[in-house]
Nanobody, 124 residues
Framework: QAQLVESGGGSVHAGDSLRLSCAAPPRTVMWYTMGWLRQAPGKEREVVAA????????YNGDSVKGRFTISKDDRKSTVYLQMNSLKPEDTALYYC?????????????????RGQGTQVTVSS
């Protein structure tokens, strides 16, 4: 499976911003649906945002819409998650993952290849 490497996590205060990056093989970024998933302690993993190979985006719920933006740069083989106005409830381990080409899926089961994750901790 393709190797995905996340970076950009950290410990911030509520209201701050972070940009997560995911380096992946060029073919993966160009041809697959890419997503950002997160898992908080004691909670199930969820898809936060997804982007199709042609750039169609999807966001999971009102909790992140308007605050998070997913994007990708095919030339740099990198997928990004810009997170603004962070809240303590955004604290989680964030993963970059790839799914089969198609509409940007918000189903965790669609993502069969993911990285090791980067920790985001937001304090109030």
């Amino acid at each position: 499976q393709a190797q995905l490497v996340e970076s950009g996590g950290g410990s911030v205060h509520a209201g701050d911003s972070l940009r997560l990056s995911c380096a992946a093989p060029p073919r993966t970024v160009m041809w697959y649906t890419m997503g950002w998933l997160r898992q908080a302690p004691g909670k199930e993993r969820e898809v936060v945002a997804a982007i199709s190979r042609i750039g169609t985006r999807a966001y999971n719920g009102d909790s992140v819409k308007g605050r998070f933006t997913i994007s990708k740069d095919d030339r740099k083989s990198t997928v990004y998650l810009q997170m603004n106005s962070l809240k303590p409830e955004d604290t989680a381990l964030y993963y970059c993952a790839a799914a089969q080409p198609g509409s940007p899926s918000l189903e965790v089961a669609s993502y069969t290849n993911r990285g090791q994750g980067t920790q985001v901790t937001v304090s109030s």
